[in-house]
């Protein structure tokens, strides 16, 4: 469960002097984001053999997991301490909290491990940019670059663009034997989404081959 105290555990010193919010916790009356049907044709689905770099300066292709479910949570992007969000990012549904999910995810890590699920983060930042994110907050699991668009364009997952950049929409993708087997879209609040997945997960048991 994420909770204030881990949030600010994460937080280097100063860093609310620097910024003018507060880039561990959610603003109030974010907007809803609505399901655009932008994931309703990934249940089902093979997960291609594409190779995604990690922050663990390594490459893994997703559908040879061993595991018995891989979680792969996609965000937009994560800011940083020293810098405020840019202009209107707040205004668009769905694309604030990257950094309270990923939190979250961590915190509840353990939790995946007991119900045997391997944990990713997904986005197109580059893997240098994630390396500083998931070192300061401390993340027991990896994050995969997609700087590309390889993996995203061959399971045409939703992207919006902002300020020049292409992004992912905030969705989560479970895989079990190569395939999508469950797809969480939108994601609305991120920061409580992995606890909404390990429920799912707890009462719909891996298909075993």
Known sequence: MVTRRSLLLAAPLGVYAQRRDNIYELPKNLPFPKDDGGCRHLTGMTVPPIMLCTTGNRCVILGESRSPRTVVFAYPRTGEPGKDAPAGWDQIPGARGCT??????????????????????????????????????????????????????????????????????????????????????????????????????????????
Request: charged fraction near 25%; include cysteine; charge should be positive.
């Open 100 to 209: 309270p999910e990923s939190c979250a995810f961590r915190d509840r890590h353990g939790d995946f491990k007991a119900l045997r699920a391997e944990v990713y983060g997904l986005s197109t930042q580059t893997t240098e940019y994630q390396q500083e994110m998931a070192a300061r907050l401390h993340l027991p699991f990896e994050v995969l670059s997609d700087a590309s668009f390889k993996f995203t364009e061959a399971l045409r997952l939703p992207t919006f663009e902002f300020n020049g950049m292409r992004l992912l929409k905030r969705h989560t993708l479970i895989l079990n034997v190569g395939k999508i087997e469950k797809v969480f879209y939108p994601v609305f609040p991120p920061d409580r989404h992995a606890e909404g997945v390990l429920k799912w997960m707890a009462s719909h048991p891996p298909r075993m081959v």
